[in-house]
């Protein structure tokens, strides 16, 4: 057995530097399969209140209990019948890479905690929801699942109690919107993955109108260390109030953008410093902490620890935990521009304010990029950014979209305004190619 | 003040008065066997889509009357998610299909150039397909290969760290294959 206080990165352990996957035997060897052997061990209601303990927060961005979600799922006694867990693996948000990391190296650790979770919620089928670019995950998702049923690790009569379990890979067509879980619900019934009312929420009403319980990769991926090497061991994980561990990406003008799998609460400049920090010659203005649907923060932030509440109370979410750097070089009208281009693009088109407040808000920003904007557009976006924001909306795509917007109008008013009076973009429209510097040389 | 884009509403219509066009057998075993994954044949949609364009390379009516007969489905249901979904085409696209990674991480490190340089050495705009059919481009929502940025998937397979230069010499490449 490896020597647990070694153990400090349990998610990305097996990730080997050339790319290659993780075979079953290589994942068996370092007790692979033997948290959901324990959680076999236990009763259902035992794995949920050991994973609530835990205090194991949904690593997908909203940040939830797992063990709480779970816990809303009625008992099988009360409520017999076909209930489901999906693994939400349709990574899209933009700047977002940790999931396809995990699942391309690692593709047995992720169905090893969705059979946990099923087992906890009492599921008998599980789905893995996979975006449709992923093909590399897909291939490899494939090949484990049918690894681990021709072991016997799934399938019928896992334990004494019968549990039974048949793990299902649903491989999606592209669509930014079924990342939300009722949407994703609809997505793998078949139909438009428009959001559906809550409640009834999923837990009691969701795929099929059965209990349905949705977690992200990421955190599933704990829940065969949360089991093996216990409570304690994940809480001393974590710097700060979070427990645990989070894989943390760095995109942008970084020297080596990628994603690390660091103690939660990890300070954001520690972060950019694992990417190299910023490439010669520029300089970094600001970040968007979890992805494009986060609020910027700025230089005078780096030192805040990377977790839920400290991100929060700073004015943004952590979100995924994949920041996006803006650099000196880069326009910041532009880059809101292309994050609003990309939420009016992927609206689903149900509700008015989504629907037509984001064409609205890229009409805008397109002028004042093309230097035709007016004082006035300011004030005008601050107030559509209230029209599309929370509880006027029927999901969070479009209060997610307005944060980056809102936040650059706060900390880089002066960039909008010099649009106006200039009567151009000051950075030529784009991004400039660093001096003679080609990326190749860098990378 | 100036005009307004309301939406982003799709430009096709159907025409259902078309000759259904029967699923050929692999398409039909292969929709089968997705079906029998589910406890409603209506769950297979997306996967009856993607086996027929996989086939075809794009999903034409007649094949989405033949899908929504065999899932026991009106055709505007099985339209109405096949036009949702990006990756499904309704419209055919060329031998090479070149989605290049619009979104933030990609932008800030190069897409315009990417973009400016593969339209012009086409000369067709994003979304359109050259008139030999060769090749079409699209621009695509983040790829989440944001640490290899800018990258494109070019025939399925994710190019990454691409430079102007070596964009086109990818299409140049796609070009001579086909």
């Known amino acids: ?443 | 003040m100036t005009p307004i884009i309301a939406t982003d509403a799709a430009t096709h219509c159907a025409d259902w008065r078309l000759k259904i066009e029967p699923l050929n057998e692999h398409e039909e075993t292969a929709i089968a066997a997705q079906i029998h994954h589910y406890p409603q044949p209506q769950a297979a949609t997306i996967e009856a889509l993607k086996i027929v364009q996989q086939q075809q390379g794009w999903v034409s009516d007649g094949k989405v009357k033949a899908i929504a007969q065999r899932l026991k489905m009106s055709p505007d249901e099985v339209d109405s998610v096949a036009t949702f979904y990006n990756k499904i085409y309704r419209q055919p696209v060329g031998r090479t299909v070149i989605s290049i990674c619009d979104s933030v991480s990609c932008w800030i490190m190069g897409y315009q150039g990417l973009a400016q340089a593969v339209t012009q050495e086409l000369n067709i705009a994003l979304g359109e397909t050259t008139p030999d059919g060769a090749i079409t481009l699209l621009p695509t929502p983040c790829l989440g290969a944001c640490d290899h940025a800018p990258v494109a998937i070019v025939d399925d397979q994710l190019t990454r760290q691409l430079t102007p230069a070596s964009l086109i010499l990818l299409v140049r490449r796609a070009q001579e294959q086909t």
């Not at chain 1, 990628?258 to 939660?264: A, D, R, S």
């Open chain 1, 1 to 443: 057995m490896t020597d647990i206080q070694t153990i400090n990165q349990p998610l990305s352990q097996h990730i080997k530097a050339d790319g290659s996957v993780t075979t079953l035997a290589e994942y068996q060897s370092n007790y692979g399969y033997q948290g959901l052997t324990k959680a076999l061990s236990m009763s259902p209601s035992e794995v949920v209140d050991w994973v609530k303990n835990a205090n194991l927060r949904g690593r997908g961005g909203a940040g939830f209990s797992a063990g709480l979600k779970w816990s809303f799922v009625p008992p099988l006694e009360k409520l017999p019948g076909q209930r489901y867990v999906i693994c939400n693996a349709d990574e899209m948000e933009p700047g977002t890479f940790k999931d396809r990391w995990l699942m391309e190296h690692d593709p047995h650790q992720l169905i090893e905690g969705l059979a946990i979770a099923a087992y906890a919620v009492q599921a008998d089928t599980a789905f893995i929801f996979l975006r449709a670019d992923y093909d590399l995950c897909a291939e490899r998702l494939q090949h484990a699942i049918d690894e681990a049923n021709a072991a016997g690790l799934l399938g019928e009569q896992l334990n004494e109690a019968g549990f039974s379990l048949t793990m299902l890979l649903h491989t999606s067509a592209g669509r930014y919107i079924c990342g939300e879980e009722t949407a994703l619900i609809n997505s793998l019934e078949g139909r438009r993955a428009q959001p559906r009312f809550k409640p009834p929420f999923p837990q009691v009403s969701g795929l099929f109108g059965r209990p349905t319980v949705v977690n992200n990769t990421e955190t599933l991926c704990n829940l065969p260390h949360i089991l093996y090497h216990g409570i304690d061991w994940f809480a001393n994980l974590g710097l700060g109030d979070d427990n645990g561990t989070k894989i943390y990406g760095v995109s942008g003008r970084v020297k080596n953008p990628g994603c690390w799998e660091l103690p939660i609460g990890t300070k954001v400049a520690d972060i950019i410093a694992m990417a190299g920090g910023m490439q010669d010659g520029v300089k970094l203005r600001g970040f968007l902490p979890g992805g494009g649907s986060t609020d910027f923060l700025t230089e005078e932030h780096i030192n805040l620890a990377m977790d839920y509440g400290t991100i929060q109370h700073a004015g943004s979410r952590m979100g995924t935990g994949t920041m996006i750097l803006l650099d000196d070089q880069t326009c910041v009208v532009g880059m809101v521009l292309n994050l609003i281009q990309f939420f009016a693009q992927e609206s689903c088109g149900w509700c008015t304010p989504c629907r037509n407040g984001l064409p609205f808000i890229r009409q805008i920003l397109t002028d004042l990029e093309a230097g035709r904007g007016q004082h006035e557009d300011l004030e005008h976006l601050l107030q559509l950014c209230g029209y599309i924001g929370i509880g006027n909306t029927f999901c969070a795509l479009a209060p997610g979209a307005a944060e980056p917007l809102q936040s650059a109008l706060k900390y880089f008013r002066d960039d909008f305004v010099a649009h106006i009076d200039q009567a151009c973009c000051p950075h030529g429209n784009s991004p400039k190619p660093l001096n003679g510097l080609k990326k190749e040389a860098i990378l």
